[in-house]
């Protein structure tokens, strides 16, 4: 039996078929979930209305949602929102990340400002809080999941991460402290480390070809991990086969995270 069989799961952050929620979207399609989903503008609504179909879901599941503004995030779980559709909600998937360009490439020190950490910590992590107030009611007694995506930029320096490395670090804590709070209620909430994988998003980070060359290099597998990958656990952390795991981030990352270097690099 598929173990997402009847779950109703929203994910908010798929850009395109190649990041990382479209492989958790297929992933959770393919263990029986339903799915609805959040567009971020009208440039994207079209498309993934497109994509919602090939999913089991459709385009009235679809809802409008700038993380960045809480009326936005208030209208997806209201009566004109989800809850025109479903009565409830077993889980949240969070794969929402930004932070402005001048701000992840060059020295830290040198080119991080004020606003740039505002607006990466706004997007990057209070988003994932926010998210978790407005679904209270809808989540209440279902014993549920809220699942976000972090990266190993949270705790280990890299080159050209930044400030985005500090949010995300402030995205795990972030889990810890809600899973705490939502722990009474039934609902879960973890993490989901992925290694590097060629995504819109990653083309932003200066070198990215280069880290994920050494990243197959270094990792016990000797490869990277693709979104399909990285999906199946993020299906399996939001189904009942988790249902004692909370506060957690789990990597997926071909076991990178685990080696200091590679044969070839000391050779």
Same mark, same amino acid.
């Given at each position: 039996?598929?173990?997402?069989?009847?779950?109703?799961?929203?994910?908010?952050?798929?850009?395109?078929?190649?990041?990382?929620?479209?492989?958790?979207?297929?992933?959770?399609? &393919?263990?029986?979930?339903?799915?609805?989903? !959040?567009?971020?503008?009208?440039?994207?609504?079209? *498309?993934?209305?497109?994509?919602?179909?090939? #999913?089991?879901?459709?385009?009235?599941?679809?809802?409008?949602?700038?993380?960045?503004?809480?009326?936005?995030?208030?209208?997806?779980?209201? &009566?004109?929102?989800?809850?025109?559709? #479903?009565?409830?909600?077993?889980?949240?998937?969070?794969?929402?990340? /930004?932070?402005?360009?001048?701000?992840?490439?060059?020295? =830290?020190?040198?080119?991080?400002?004020?606003?740039?950490?505002? +607006?990466?910590?706004?997007?990057?992590?209070?988003? =994932?809080?926010?998210?978790?107030?407005?679904?209270?009611?809808?989540?209440?007694? *279902?014993?549920?999941?809220?699942? !976000?995506? $972090?990266?190993?930029?949270?705790?280990? !320096?890299?080159?050209?991460?930044?400030?985005?490395?500090?949010?995300?670090?402030?995205?795990?804590?972030?889990?810890? #402290?809600?899973?705490?709070?939502?722990?009474?209620?039934? !609902? *879960?909430?973890?993490?989901?480390?992925?290694?590097?994988?060629? $995504?819109?998003?990653?083309?932003? +980070?200066?070198? =990215?070809?280069?880290?994920?060359?050494?990243?197959?290099?270094?990792?016990?597998?000797?490869?990277?991990?693709?979104?399909? &990958?990285?999906?199946?656990?993020?299906? /399996?952390?939001?189904?009942?086969?988790?249902?004692? +795991?909370?506060?957690?981030?789990?990597?997926?990352?071909?076991?990178?995270?685990?080696?200091?270097?590679? &044969?070839?690099?000391?050779?």
């Amino acid at each position: 039996m598929a173990f997402l069989k009847d779950k109703r799961i929203l994910i908010v952050g798929v850009a395109s078929k190649l990041s990382i929620a479209s492989g958790i979207a297929q992933a959770m399609h &393919e263990q029986g979930a339903q799915l609805a989903f !959040t567009y971020q503008n009208d440039k994207l609504k079209a *498309r993934l209305e497109e994509y919602s179909l090939e #999913w089991g879901s459709s385009p009235d599941l679809c809802f409008p949602c700038d993380v960045a503004d809480d009326a936005q995030i208030e209208a997806v779980f209201s &009566e004109s929102g989800l809850k025109k559709h #479903w009565d409830s909600l077993d889980g949240i998937v969070h794969a929402v990340g /930004f932070a402005p360009r001048d701000q992840i490439n060059g020295d =830290f020190t040198e080119v991080t400002t004020r606003e740039g950490f505002k +607006i990466a910590h706004d997007i990057s992590t209070y988003s =994932f809080i926010a998210l978790a107030k407005a679904s209270r009611s809808l989540m209440a007694g *279902r014993n549920g999941c809220l699942l !976000t995506l $972090t990266y190993l930029g949270a705790n280990s !320096t890299m080159p050209n991460y930044n400030v985005m490395g500090v949010a995300k670090a402030g995205l795990e804590a972030s889990v810890r #402290w809600l899973a705490h709070s939502l722990g009474p209620t039934g !609902t *879960r909430v973890n993490a989901v480390s992925a290694g590097p994988i060629k $995504t819109l998003a990653a083309s932003a +980070i200066g070198g =990215f070809k280069k880290l994920l060359k050494q990243n197959a290099l270094r990792a016990p597998l000797r490869r990277n991990v693709t979104q399909y &990958e990285v999906g199946h656990v993020a299906a /399996f952390l939001c189904s009942d086969l988790a249902s004692g +795991i909370t506060g957690e981030v789990t990597y997926v990352d071909a076991g990178f995270r685990n080696v200091t270097a590679s &044969e070839a690099e000391v050779e």
